[in-house]
């Protein structure tokens, strides 16, 4: 059912398109969350987690940005997640003013248990779509956000 069709049918194409993609996210999110739920950690927590177990161990700034986190917000993170023994603070080798943010032991245990089944349970949530469809959003939602991305910068 369409809800606007007054503002010209471009705008109205992209208004539906917008609400069409917030709707999607909240509802991949929502699941998403419900899975990671499962594993004892926030949705925050479970990202540092997945970042670090699979690009290894980076700066605080590189999270962030890998996150879409703000520095204090991580830093709280990083606390918690050292408190649980999942994370370790460790000196950079290339910049002794660095430090560096990693899994340990314990944290690339859990993200060796728990990855594969939030994998498992993304696949399920997108199992509506055929490989082709998925092949297809990916790139044309990656082609919209890099052009906002770009025309932000400009």
Not at 26 to 46: H, R, Y
Request: overall charge positive.
């Amino acid at each position: 059912m369409k809800t606007t069709e007054k503002y010209g049918k471009k705008i109205d194409a992209a208004l539906s398109l917008w609400v069409k993609l917030v709707r999607a996210y909240s509802t991949v999110a929502k699941k998403s969350a419900e899975s990671i739920k499962k594993f004892g950690l926030t949705v925050s927590q479970f990202g540092v987690i997945e970042t670090l177990g699979h690009l290894g161990p980076m700066n605080v700034g590189n999270i962030c940005q890998k996150q879409l986190m703000s520095g204090g917000n991580m830093t709280l993170i990083l606390d918690n997640l050292e408190k649980l023994g999942y994370v370790k603070r460790m000196a950079d080798a290339t910049d002794r003013r660095a430090l560096l943010i990693g899994l340990t032991e314990k944290g690339q245990a859990l993200f060796d248990d728990i990855f594969p089944v939030h994998a498992q349970d993304m696949e399920k949530i997108i199992s509506v779509l055929d490989e082709q469809e998925i092949e297809q959003l990916s790139v044309l939602l990656k082609k919209l956000g890099m052009a906002i991305s770009v025309e932000g910068e400009r």
